[in-house]
């Protein structure tokens, strides 16, 4: 079975043939919107018609790292946009400022 577990694993399977023809069904199936949006009653999506959608991703609902055996999964498939791609990992754009002067009134 493969794993993902190193940077190298996972570039290397972001690159494969296999990832980006079932990335593509799982835009398909979500009709280029972002459900992580749709969820809040939002729509998001983009035009489409070069093939470049810069701004959505596909989203593993469960981790390769976790859950190698679902990474071709269309179920475990999920359109994000790269907002609430990066909710979704607590990733932000920006850093909290650290303050310590501040602790107190957090
Ligand atoms: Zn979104």
Same mark, same amino acid.
């Given at each position: 079975m493969n794993e993902y577990k190193t940077k190298e694993q996972k570039l290397r399977f972001y690159k494969s043939k296999e990832w980006k023809y079932i990335r593509l069904e799982a835009l398909k199936r979500d009709n280029y919107e972002c459900q992580g949006c749709k969820r809040n009653g939002l729509v998001y999506t983009e035009h489409h018609d070069s093939g470049k959608?810069?701004? %959505?991703d596909v989203d593993h609902i469960k981790e390769i790292y976790t859950?190698?055996? %679902?990474?071709?999964e269309l179920d475990n498939l999920e359109t994000l946009c790269i907002k609430c791609h990066n909710k979704k990992h607590n990733r932000f754009m920006f850093r909290k400022k650290k303050n310590k002067w501040d602790d107190e009134k957090w």
């Amino acid at each position: 079975m493969n794993e993902y577990k190193t940077k190298e694993q996972k570039l290397r399977f972001y690159k494969s043939k296999e990832w980006k023809y079932i990335r593509l069904e799982a835009l398909k199936r979500d009709n280029y919107e972002c459900q992580g949006c749709k969820r809040n009653g939002l729509v998001y999506t983009e035009h489409h018609d070069s093939g470049k959608h810069k701004r %959505l991703d596909v989203d593993h609902i469960k981790e390769i790292y976790t859950h190698p055996e %679902l990474a071709l999964e269309l179920d475990n498939l999920e359109t994000l946009c790269i907002k609430c791609h990066n909710k979704k990992h607590n990733r932000f754009m920006f850093r909290k400022k650290k303050n310590k002067w501040d602790d107190e009134k957090w």
